[in-house]
């Protein structure tokens, strides 16, 4: 990343070039990062091509305004860290599902992350949708008290590490560095089989200073400590200011759930 692409990023941030690489700015990239750039999956559904390259990636955030899932989100953060003076691992992690299976080999993209001044290493994750605020401890065992709950690394049998929040699994991640080109078959499974959780819906959702606010097909729902409320949107035109109004993001069209044939 170049000069000119790394203060366009921080423009979509809204923050200043920080001057140190440490864990207080790691912290608020992640927290900003977070309720700015959304969680979605509109190119799936938009027939859009999803390219697992910096340029890419980075180009996705900040010359075009959208956001993206786990690989987009983490492999763009990544870049800018880096660029930052952060040094970055990219590390392959599996999604545990409800009755706690895990998903296939670089189901999700997660970080490790090391400050110039020696802090770390932090698991820093911008691409799990409802996830920590906070970067974690890589290295503790110990319960890690976030906005969003109580979460804990615990080692498994074979090496790897479990996350949960508040006991619930959220992903087991392989320790190992990674490539980023070694998530695209991973990735365009998710992006064109029936049996991706991206195919059969269609969302764009983000933290807010309060909660969160998601845009799924037609129906706007946003939560706060007070609750929950939804919205359905009547037509075409609201669901195009919706995503300009909550998003930041302009599209040409209503994105619509694709039918990427029946699941087996």
Not at 99 to 112: E, F, M
Request: hydrophobic residues 35%; glycine residues 8%; aromatic residues 8%.
């Amino acid at each position: 990343m170049d000069d000119e692409r790394i203060a366009a990023y921080l423009r979509r941030l809204g923050l200043p070039r920080p001057r140190k690489a440490d864990a207080e700015t790691l912290r608020e990239l992640q927290l900003r990062h977070l309720r700015t750039v959304p969680f979605e999956n509109l190119s799936v559904h938009l027939g859009e091509d999803v390219q697992l390259t910096e340029e890419a990636v980075v180009e996705k955030v900040t010359a075009r305004a959208r956001g993206g899932f786990c690989y987009e989100l983490n492999g763009a953060f990544a870049a800018l860290l880096r660029a930052l003076g952060f040094e970055v691992t990219l590390l392959n992690a599996r999604v545990t599902q409800p009755d706690g299976a895990v998903g296939p080999p670089y189901d999700h993209l997660t970080l490790a992350v090391r400050g110039a001044d020696g802090s770390g290493p932090w698991l820093a994750d911008v691409g799990f949708g409802d996830n920590a605020h906070h970067p974690l401890l890589l290295d503790s065992r110990a319960g890690q008290r976030d906005p969003a709950g109580l979460y804990r690394l615990t080692e498994t049998a074979e090496g790897d590490l479990d996350l949960t929040r508040d006991g619930i699994p959220q992903f087991r991640i392989e320790t190992r560095p990674r490539a980023f080109s070694d998530f695209e078959a991973t990735c365009w499974f998710h992006r064109t089989s029936p049996l991706s959780p991206f195919t059969r819906s269609l969302v764009c959702s983000r933290f807010t200073e309060h909660g969160r606010i998601t845009l799924s097909g037609r129906r706007l729902t946003v939560t706060a400590a007070g609750g929950r409320e939804t919205t359905e949107l009547p037509d075409e035109a609201a669901v195009l200011d919706a995503y300009r109004t909550h998003f930041g993001i302009s599209l040409e069209r209503e994105p619509t759930a694709r039918d990427f044939g029946p699941r087996p």
